[in-house]
Nanobody, 121 residues
Framework: QVQLVESGGGLVQPGGSLRLSCTAP???????MGWFRQAPGKEREGVSC???????TYADSVKGRFTISRDNAKKTVYLQMSSLKPEDTAVYYC????????????????WGKGTLVTVSS
């Protein structure tokens, strides 16, 4: 089964930064890649996605604070998170889908197991 691997989560103070990484077992050039998150007691939501032509989408709650990027040669997608807030606390998942997908979890084909981000003082 294809498995994406996330890393970079941890505990950070409000206002701090973290960079999440997602490594795939395949070359990313073809795929639509995304980051999703699920907070305790809430449904999973799309955070940010990037197409194979580098078109980016962001949830309103993270615009101006998070940046998604991809390094196809390293088979890795990144999520740079800045000005973190307690409400950003969640398990963050990486996902991959076919080109021309939308940033919706039910359109994703492959998933990682998630990495926990906790924003707290």
């Amino acid at each position: 089964q294809v498995q994406l691997v996330e890393s970079g989560g941890g505990l950070v103070q409000p206002g701090g930064s973290l960079r999440l990484s997602c490594t795939a077992p395949f070359f990313l050039d073809y795929y639509y890649m995304g980051w999703f998150r699920q907070a305790p007691g809430k449904e999973r939501e799309g955070v940010s996605c990037i197409s194979n032509s580098d078109d980016r989408t962001y949830a309103d709650s993270v615009k101006g604070r998070f940046t998604i990027s991809r390094d196809n040669a390293k088979k890795t997608v990144y999520l740079q998170m800045s000005s973190l807030k307690p409400e950003d606390t969640a398990v963050y998942y990486c996902a991959a889908a076919a080109p021309y997908s939308r940033c919706l979890d039910y359109e994703m084909d492959y998933w990682g197991k998630g990495t926990l981000v906790t924003v707290s003082s």
